[in-house]
């Protein structure tokens, strides 16, 4: 299942929720502590895919991939935004900045 690290978890719980996990490790085979690590793992891949998506509409999707293929033009704004980002950029590249 996991290869041991040497990390511990530790929580406290309730009798009646610990007899619950162990009736449900039970069940998988599995002892108390590699189910309650899966089930962990399992929710918190669920929660990292959930925050990493996002779902757009039919609708959405063909606005987003219109303005892909055809971006607005660019205003003054964007502009003054894109030479403050390459100027940073560059300063953050600079050997003699490194040093200071």
């Known amino acids: 299942m996991l290869a041991h ?6 929580t ?8 619950t996990l162990q009736v449900a490790a039970d ?7 590699q189910f309650v690590v899966q089930a962990a793992l399992e929710k918190a891949a ?4 959930s925050e990493s998506t996002i779902a757009l509409t ?3 999707s063909l ?8 971006p607005p033009p660019r205003n003054e704004k964007f ?6 980002y390459r100027r940073m950029k560059n300063d953050a590249g600079s050997p003699a900045e490194r040093r200071a």
């Open 58 to 60: 039919r609708r959405e």
């Open 5 to 10: 690290t040497g990390k511990r978890l530790t």
């Open 46 to 49: 669920k929660v990292i895919e």
């Open 27 to 33: 069940l998988v085979g599995a002892t108390l502590n």
């Open 79 to 84: 502009l003054q935004a894109q030479t403050r």
């Open 63 to 70: 606005r987003l991939l219109e303005m892909i293929e055809n």
């Open 12 to 19: 406290r719980i309730t009798d009646h929720v610990q007899g």
